[in-house]
């Protein structure tokens, strides 16, 4: 009962730094997406994608990439750290785009950018 | 804009005893509504999505409630325990057409910060 797995769980960068953080489920999941949060703020979505091959962006893209080679993959990378994006981000899966499934939710890598 | 206000942002309660936190939303279309639970330092788990046709949804000591009139949901705990601590997200879908589909539109609150004492 793996779930949503992400890696690593806390990471410090440099400004400047690209790094990427992994997430992987092993649900079938179509869906799966990207979120930062933020203290004082909602979690917002980053990226998506509704099944491999296929990513869009979501609210506050900038900085970020991704790609969905595999159902079960979906990394996130950073091009050049800034300090901006020290946040906690979490990755969700759910069962596809439409569906009124709950999604599921990493533990979490909190990054720090200094 | 759709948006989603939940009260109160902190709540401290003895042990045993109930609380209702509340969530407003300005949410259209609405899709469906969702409480996580997120303990310090881990990621949400849902305790309850309602759909539009629901107006109470259980999941043992939980109790959510949606009035889709007035745009209000409140999630009820009962007999509260210190495992109860934690931050409760009031999170609303919008449905939407494209890729992202309702799993893309989730609005979130900042959510309520639960403290059960002993």
């Known amino acids: 009962n793996a779930g949503v797995t992400q890696t690593p769980k806390f990471q410090v960068l440099k400004t400047g730094q690209s790094m990427t953080l992994q997430c992987a489920q092993d649900m079938n999941h179509e869906y799966m997406s990207w979120y930062r949060q933020d203290p004082g703020m909602g979690l917002r979505l980053i990226h998506y994608?509704?099944?491999?091959?296929?990513?869009d962006q979501g609210e506050v893209p900038n900085g970020y990439n991704v790609s969905r080679s595999t159902t079960e993959d979906f990394p996130l990378r950073l091009l050049s750290a800034a300090p901006s994006q020290t946040s906690v981000y979490f990755c969700a899966s759910s069962f596809t785009a439409t569906s009124n499934t709950e999604a599921f939710f990493g533990q979490g890598t909190r990054l720090t950018v200094v | 804009k759709n948006q989603v206000e939940q009260s109160p942002q902190s709540l401290i309660i003895l042990e045993g005893k109930n609380c209702t936190l509340q969530c407003n939303y300005t949410v259209s279309p609405f899709s469906n509504l969702r409480w996580y639970k997120q303990d310090t330092g881990r990621g949400p788990v849902s305790l309850t999505i309602m759909t539009f046709s629901e107006n109470t949804k259980s999941n043992g000591r939980y109790t959510a409630t949606l009035d889709a009139d007035t745009k209000q949901s409140s999630l009820h705990i009962t007999a509260s325990q210190l495992s109860d601590s934690a931050s409760y997200i009031c999170v609303v879908s919008a449905r939407a057409m494209g890729y992202g589909g309702s799993q893309g539109n989730l609005i979130f609150g900042k959510g309520t910060k639960l403290s059960v004492k002993p």
């Open positions: 994608s509704v099944g491999a091959g296929i990513t």
